[in-house]
């Protein structure tokens, strides 16, 4: 039978370990609870002070600057310049595929879209000589209402667009899958590539 010493001394490991198991628990609340505290204002922080790079690369990306487009008026006569807002971006090559899938977005409201609605832009490349060659898919010919009035719209927006916005681009080219066409819908020849035409901008807006 144990003695009143030998009780004594087990009650007090028991109350010992029960006072280290709780301590135990507490640190380990602590520590979760500190961690939580220290990812919570990390991020917070980051959130309000992006870091030099990671947050603020992405935030560049989606750097806009200010552009005129140029979509149709409603008799199909002239080309109204557009104030538009598009992604910034640091290559030639860049901005005009950015430009190019603003017009094929079309106009907000007030004007005519240029190209149909379900054209795709496939490449954009800048020659030496600063010719913009811009290919579609085959959606361009194929969903095109056709006539010399429209054909003419689709050509000049686009191609006024690009070089009054890129100065280094001094003519642009349709191309579809990659290859010349000889024309949009049989009105308008296609094979060579194409200046600014300033007569079909809106007079007001020159």
Avoid: C
């Amino acid at each position: 039978m144990a003695t009143k010493k030998q009780r004594r001394t087990k009650a007090t490991k028991a109350k010992q370990k029960k006072k280290n198991l709780r301590m135990f628990f507490l640190s380990v609340i602590l520590t979760v609870s500190v961690g939580f505290l220290v990812f919570f204002f990390i991020s917070l922080f980051n959130y309000v002070y992006p870091p030099a790079t990671g947050t603020d690369v992405s935030a560049s990306k989606r750097a806009k600057h200010k552009v005129q487009l140029y979509f149709s008026d409603t008799n199909e006569r002239f080309l109204t310049p557009v104030a538009r807002y598009i992604p910034k971006r640091k290559t030639i090559r860049g901005q005009a595929e950015e430009l190019t899938k603003a017009i094929l977005e079309g106009p907000k409201q007030g004007l005519i879209r240029t190209f149909p609605e379900n054209v795709k832009l496939q490449n954009v490349d800048i020659t030496k000589d600063g010719t913009a060659l811009i290919s579609f898919d085959k959606n361009l010919i194929e969903a095109h209402p056709g006539g010399s009035t429209s054909e003419l719209m689709t050509i000049y927006s686009l191609t006024n667009t690009l070089i009054l916005n890129i100065p280094k681009i001094k003519k642009v080219k349709l191309l579809v899958d990659g290859k010349e066409i000889d024309t949009i819908k049989g009105h308008i020849s296609t094979r060579d590539a194409f200046p600014l035409n300033r007569e079909l901008i809106t007079p007001t807006s020159t």
